[in-house]
T-cell receptor, first 114, second 113 residues
Framework: AQTVTQSQPEMSVQEAETVTLSCTYD???????LFWYKQPPSRQMILVIR??????QNATENRFSVNFQKAAKSFSLKISDSQLGDAAMYFC???????????FGEGTQLTVNP | EAGVTQSPTHLIKTRGQQATLRCSPI?????VYWYQQALGLGLQFLLW???????NRGNFPPRFSGRQFPNYSSELNVNALELEDSALYLC????????????FGPGTRLLVL
């Protein structure tokens, strides 16, 4: 069974600084998808970034980028120039290419300090 | 373009009752997924519907059921409610059940007293 682990329950960052959230996963599949979602206090899950495992290039979306290390089964999220609106719970998620369900990590609560 | 919508936003029931939660996917999306986010248990996959059929089910008892309508909207029914069913229920939709990204609705918070 696939598992996703986020070892940092809480993180904090100063506004305009950079922070990296960690995620590791366990799978025997060779092709799959990885995601980062954020869940602000409104509780709505918002897609931040998506990575296909067959792509070696790390995905980027504006201030958000990932460091995807397939051999190490690591998928970290880097937030540059942190903004107050980035404060949220961040979830790492995994899905096989043939499956449907997302498997989520436990989440990392990010606080952005002004 | 409208996102995934869910109703009601909040629902209060007593133990033993039935709850019905509703979800409307993004226009053009045919797959609907249900997840439970209970305190201390994280996000757990419940059900996946695609083209009107239940395609996959998470590790939940049969009293969790649902259906998908011809317009691709979906209902989640929880029978014989138990206190531990109190949770945020999130619905997501995607273009199909394979490679497409899931987009989430705002959730329904169910409280069982």
């Amino acid at each position: 069974a696939q598992t996703v682990t986020q070892s940092q329950p809480e993180m904090s960052v100063q506004e305009a600084e950079t922070v990296t959230l960690s995620c590791t996963y366990d799978t025997s599949e060779s092709d799959y998808y990885l995601f980062w979602y954020k869940q602000p206090p409104s509780r709505q899950m918002i897609l931040v970034i998506r990575q296909e495992a067959y792509k070696q290039q790390n995905a980027t979306e504006n201030r958000f980028s990932v460091n995807f290390q397939k051999a190490a089964k690591s998928f970290s999220l880097k937030i540059s120039d942190s903004q107050l609106g980035d404060a949220a719970m961040y979830f790492c998620a995994y899905r096989t290419t043939s499956g449907s369900r997302l498997t989520f990590g436990e989440g990392t609560q990010l606080t952005v300090n002004p | 373009e409208a996102g995934v919508t869910q109703s009601p936003t909040h629902l209060i029931k007593t133990r033993g009752q039935q709850a019905t939660l509703r979800c409307s996917p993004i226009s053009g999306h045919t797959s609907v997924y249900w997840y439970q986010q209970a305190l201390g248990l994280g996000l757990q996959f419940l059900l996946w519907y695609d083209e009107g059929e239940e395609r996959n089910r998470g590790n939940f008892p049969p009293r969790f059921s649902g259906r998908q309508f011809p317009n691709y909207s979906s209902e989640l029914n929880v029978n014989a409610l138990e206190l531990e069913d109190s949770a945020l229920y999130l619905c997501a939709s995607s273009l199909d059940g394979g490679k497409e990204t899931q987009y989430f609705g705002p959730g329904t918070r169910l409280l069982v007293l």
